[in-house]
């Protein structure tokens, strides 16, 4: 598996890519605008201070400073811990199959999660601590989660053990042109919307759809943007372009009233390729 994430995925996932177009420095460097370089925690933290105003113009709220000296990156299905080089961060590396000794052995779907603190050992994670992490990265994990429904409790995990303003990294296949799945991707920000996560960040590079979610002290601010921004074909479900496979019920990905959308022979033949060597089948890619 740290073979194909380092030799197939960096090569052939972000072909002919700069150095900035792959996704670990992307998410670094998401990281760093927002806790260090550009302080954008700032930026949007006033921004939700404003809504709140909207909202109720009595509001005040005194804020304490966001201390951070290394971030604290929780980094799930791991693989081969690639953030463990970058020296200003202070990751914790889980996987359920570990190609590392640095990576702990963790179904994030089972941990339970604590109060007060995490209980680990060298290689295996028992519990996580709730408000713990600056950030949590989920680097091409929930398409190897089979519904819906667990991306969905795997992205609520997230919002527990992340600290109020702490944001979630999402980094998504999506080899198709940029705004081909537009929609879906704008039903993922309505549906973490309710969750509390507001989106800041989306960037499509080659084969990959990156985002950066806000985990906000009030949860009024997303509920808010989901309020007006709702759309018909909106629901709370975490769909994938692989979940849309029936050719009678597809339809196109711009202006319709529904979700699915139109898979073609090359998107079909693309995202087999981008799976290739991991353990799916024809029958798996077709389900
Ligand atoms: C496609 S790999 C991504 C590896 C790496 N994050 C990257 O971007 O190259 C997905 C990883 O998620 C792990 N995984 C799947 N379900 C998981 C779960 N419930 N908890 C933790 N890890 C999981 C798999 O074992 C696999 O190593």
């Known amino acids: 598996m740290h073979k194909l994430a380092t030799n197939y995925w960096d090569k052939t996932m972000e072909v002919s890519a700069k150095k900035d177009n792959s996704r670990i420095e992307w998410v670094v460097g ?7 370089r550009s ?3 700032n930026m949007f933290r006033e921004k939700d ?11 005040s ?7 951070v000296e290394k971030v604290k990156l929780l980094d799930v299905g791991s693989c081969y811990n690639p953030f463990s080089v970058f020296e200003d961060f202070d990751v914790t590396a889980i996987d359920i199959a570990p190609a590392q000794e640095s990576v702990r052995y963790c179904d994030f779907l089972e941990v339970p999660l ?3 603190s995490s209980s680990m050992s060298s290689e295996s994670i028992e519990a996580l601590a709730k408000s713990f992490f600056d950030a949590v990265v989920f680097s091409l ?9 667990q991306r969905l409790k795997c992205c609520k995990k997230a919002y527990d053990v992340l600290k109020p303003e702490g944001i979630l990294l999402i980094i998504t296949p999506d080899s198709r042109h940029q705004g081909a799945n537009a929609k879906l991707m704008k039903n993922w920000r309505y549906t973490l919307g309710l969750m509390g996560f507001s989106r800041i960040k989306i960037e499509k590079l080659e084969h990959v759809t990156c985002m950066v979610f806000r985990k906000s002290l009030f949860p009024e601010v997303s509920e808010r943007w989901c309020k007006i921004h709702k759309e018909g074909y909106m629901e709370p479900v975490l769909s994938i372009p692989q979940d849309f496979n029936n050719p009678g019920m597809e339809v196109d990905g711009g202006n319709s009233g529904t979700l699915r959308e139109e898979r073609t022979e090359q998107d079909m033949s693309e995202i087999k390729q981008m799976f290739d060597g991991l353990p799916l089948g024809d029958d798996d890619m077709n389900e």
């Open 114 to 116: 604590n109060e007060s």
């Open 39 to 41: 302080c954008l925690l």
């Open 49 to 59: 201070d404003k809504v709140m105003k909207a909202i109720d113009e009595q509001f």
């Open 61 to 67: 709220y005194k804020h304490k400073p966001y201390q």
């Open 141 to 149: 994990l929930l398409e190897y989660l089979p519904s819906s429904d």
């Open 30 to 36: 998401s990281c760093r605008d927002y806790f260090f």
